[in-house]
């Protein structure tokens, strides 16, 4: 279970990274307009979770290796991956206008594939759909509300990379935690 609880929360970080960047755009927009900002970004990345959960059912039991060891690849390349997107990355300082929805749109779906690789590794070790659905949908719902609060004040980019920065660091505990499923 921490393995889920710490995928998510990473996931759940970098979507806070990316509604803290956006949440100027909609300094003077009403509630509903973030809500249905929210909405998209949060129903892209379930759909995704639900494809992962499905995927991972079906290469469940059929890989040579053990599941365990598979997911913990996985989130160790996970960590790696945003560890150095930290150190070369220009993501940090761009702003797309998401009041499009075209760009809104593709920037969920650009989201959502990173829960889709971090919850179809989770699913290879648990294999309760509803749970991983509620776990990693609750935390993603707060941390985007959260990210579009917080980045209502004038921010700099450092506050981003380091949202990465934790997020490579949960995505880490995470592949460890695995581990404990050996046991």
């Known amino acids: 279970m921490m393995s889920l609880i710490f995928a998510s929360l990473a996931v759940a970080v970098l979507l806070l990274s990316v509604s803290y960047r956006h949440a100027l755009l909609f300094l003077n927009a009403s509630f509903g307009k973030v809500l249905m900002v929210t909405a998209v970004f949060l ?3 379930m759909l995704m979770a639900w494809l992962a959960i499905l995927f991972s059912s079906v290469m469940r039991g059929t890989m040579f290796l053990n599941e365990v060891y ?25 702003i797309f ?24 590794a989770v699913s290879l070790i648990y294999d309760n759909i509803l749970v991983v659905l509620l776990v990693s949908g609750s935390i993603a719902l707060f941390f985007l509300l959260l990210g579009f609060y917080a980045g209502r004040k004038p921010s700099s980019s450092g ?10 660091m949960l995505y880490l505990l995470a592949a460890l935690s695995s581990l404990l499923n050996l046991l």
């Open 43 to 45: 129903i892209s990345n």
């Open 70 to 94: 598979i997911a913990l690849a996985i989130l160790l390349i996970l960590s790696f991956k945003s560890f150095f997107n930290t150190r070369r990355s220009k993501l940090a300082e761009t």
């Open 97 to 120: 206008d998401i009041k499009s929805f075209r760009f809104l749109f593709v920037l969920s779906l650009a989201t959502a594939f990173e829960m889709f690789i971090a919850m179809a």
């Open 159 to 168: 506050a981003i990379k380091l949202f990465v920065l934790v997020a490579s």
